[in-house]
C-alpha cells in the first residue's frame, strides 16, 4: 500500500535561517506531488506541484523553492526565511487527473 | 475557472442529529468532486469523490454526499453525527493537475 511520509513535523527557526522540508511516497511510481501551506488552520493555498522528476510548477511568487530530484521525493526549501512562512505545510501525492490526493502528516513551520 | 464555496464557516449539530456540510461549485465540463477531513494539527482525510455515475456517494465514516448538477452543489451527509466527527470539512474540485479547496467548514458535534 502507499504511504506518504513528511517531516518535520514542528520546526522553530528564525528569520533569516534556511529551511528544508521533505516529503517521501512510497508503494507508487511517478506519482503527482504537491506541497500546500495552511494558515491559520483553514484554507489551503497551493505553493508547488511536480507531475514528474526535475519539473515543477509555481502556483505563487514566494521566499519558496521546490525540488524533486528523485521520483518520490518532494522538497520545499527557503534560502532565508521570512516571518509570513510561518504556517501549516503540507504535502499530497496523486496517481494523476481525477483521482483523489493522499496528504501528509503536515509540518507545523514557526518563523520567530 | 474552477471554484468551490462553501457558504458556512461553522456548522453546529447536536450528537445523534443529522448533519449536512454544503458546497457548491462552478466548473467548465464534468465535475470531479471530492471530501476531505482534517483534524487539529493533521493532514487531510480522504472522505469521498465523485467521479460519475450514481448521485449519491457513499464514504468513510459513515458519511455521504449528493451530487446535484442543476444546483451545482455537492453537500456532505451523515445521518447521525457523533462527537468525533468534529473537524474541518474540505470541499474539492479536480482541476487538471490540482485541486481547487474550498475555504473550509468548521463542525463541531455537542454531546
Known amino acids: 500500500s502507499q504511504t506518504i511520509h513528511q517531516w518535520p513535523a514542528t520546526l522553530v527557526q528564525p528569520v533569516g535561517s534556511p529551511l528544508s522540508l521533505e516529503c517521501t511516497v512510497e508503494g507508487t511510481s511517478n506519482p503527482n506531488l504537491y506541497w500546500y501551506r495552511q494558515a491559520a488552520g483553514r484554507g489551503l493555498q497551493l505553493l508547488f506541484y511536480s507531475v514528474g522528476i526535475g519539473q515543477i510548477s509555481s502556483e505563487v511568487p514566494q521566499n519558496l523553492s521546490a525540488s524533486r530530484p528523485q521520483d518520490r521525493q518532494f522538497i520545499l526549501s527557503s534560502k532565508k526565511l521570512l516571518l509570513s512562512d510561518s504556517g501549516f505545510y503540507l504535502c499530497?501525492?496523486?496517481?494523476?487527473?481525477?483521482?483523489?490526493?493522499?496528504f501528509g502528516q503536515g509540518t507545523r513551520l514557526t518563523v520567530v | 475557472a474552477q471554484s468551490v464555496a462553501q457558504p458556512e464557516d461553522q456548522v453546529n449539530v447536536a450528537e445523534g442529529n443529522p448533519l449536512t456540510v454544503k458546497c457548491t461549485y462552478s466548473?467548465?465540463?464534468?465535475?470531479?468532486l471530492f471530501w476531505y477531513v482534517q483534524y487539529p494539527n493533521r493532514g487531510l482525510q480522504f472522505l469521498l469523490k465523485y467521479i460519475t455515475g450514481d448521485n449519491l456517494v457513499k464514504g468513510s465514516y459513515g458519511f455521504e454526499a449528493e451530487f446535484n448538477k442543476s444546483q451545482t452543489s455537492f453537500h456532505l451527509k451523515k445521518p447521525s453525527a457523533l462527537v468525533s466527527d468534529s473537524a474541518l470539512y474540505f470541499c474539492?474540485?479536480?482541476?487538471?493537475?490540482?485541486?481547487?479547496f474550498g475555504p473550509g467548514t468548521r463542525l463541531s458535534v455537542l454531546p
Open positions: 466548473v467548465s465540463g464534468n465535475p470531479y
Open positions: 499530497a501525492w496523486r496517481d494523476g487527473m481525477n483521482t483523489e490526493a493522499f
Open positions: 474539492a474540485v479536480d482541476h487538471g493537475q490540482n485541486f481547487v
